[in-house]
T-cell receptor, first 113, second 113 residues
Framework: NAGVTQTPKFQVLKTGQSMTLQCAQDMNHNSMYWYRQDPGMGLRLIYYSASEGTTDKGEVPNGYNVSRLNKREFSLRLESAAPSQTSVYFC????????????FGPGTRLTVL | KNQVEQSPQSLIILEGKNCTLQCNYTVSPFSNLRWYKQDTGRGPVSLTIMTFSENTKSNGRYTATLDADTKQSSLHITASQLSDSASYICVVRGMDSSYKLIFGSGTRLLVRP
């Protein structure tokens, strides 16, 4: 039981390059989330998927797109990376919304030069 | 406007000592309050989740308290261990129908031998 897995662990991009961050969970959870964590700030929600087949914007969606590929997988795409997107990205999943606990992956550390 | 404020920003204690971390929030009304532990280079892990009607909840050596009237929560760590060195994040969910969790920026705790 791996929980929430993310790939890659580290990535360096040049400004303007694109990439996709992958996330998968094996807990049969309905809801999945993408956050970014910046120094001195709390985690901020980029996009979420309340259930398979749905996605919605979070607090800071600009510059990102997501795909809920199936119930297990939720990917985050940067179409044209910018230095402001340098951050640590966390994927999380939960059985549902509300009081359900969110389980986080180990994170992807992204640097955009 | 930062709706979840944590103090102190950082704290150093000796192994075996107790400590208390503070969280003040302005989110109102709120549904639940969570405390997460985040080890360096890892994703956050849930310690406790309390609804607005709960005053205290324990998880081993961790005890969280909540005063919904003053909008304050604390996390008390008893008999600290070196493995308690981590960031502790207070998270509040509002009562509305949205997804949104509001994260504090965390307290970084270092336990020294």
């Amino acid at each position: 039981n791996a929980g929430v897995t993310q790939t890659p662990k580290f990535q360096v991009l040049k400004t303007g390059q694109s990439m996709t961050l992958q996330c998968a969970q094996d807990m049969n959870h309905n809801s999945m989330y993408w956050y970014r964590q910046d120094p001195g700030m709390g985690l901020r929600l980029i996009y979420y998927s309340a259930s398979e087949g749905t996605t919605d914007k979070g607090e800071v969606p600009n510059g990102y797109n997501v795909s809920r590929l199936n119930k297990r997988e939720f990917s985050l795409r940067l179409e044209s990376a910018a230095p402001s997107q340098t951050s640590v990205y966390f994927c999380a999943s939960a059985e549902g919304q509300g009081t359900y606990e969110q389980f986080f992956g180990p994170g992807t550390r992204l640097t955009v030069l | 406007k930062n709706q979840v404020e944590q103090s102190p920003q950082s704290l150093i204690i000796l192994e075996g000592k107790n400590c208390t971390l503070q969280c003040n929030y302005t989110v109102s009304p709120f549904s639940n309050l969570r405390w997460y532990k985040q080890d360096t280079g890892r994703g956050p892990v849930s310690l406790t989740i309390m609804t607005f009607s709960e005053n205290t909840k324990s998880n081993g050596r961790y005890t969280a308290t909540l005063d919904a009237d003053t909008k304050q929560s604390s996390l008390h760590i008893t008999a600290s261990q070196l493995s308690d060195s981590a960031s502790y994040i207070c998270v509040v969910r509002g009562m509305d129908s949205s997804y949104k969790l509001i994260f504090g920026s965390g307290t970084r705790l270092l336990v020294r031998p």
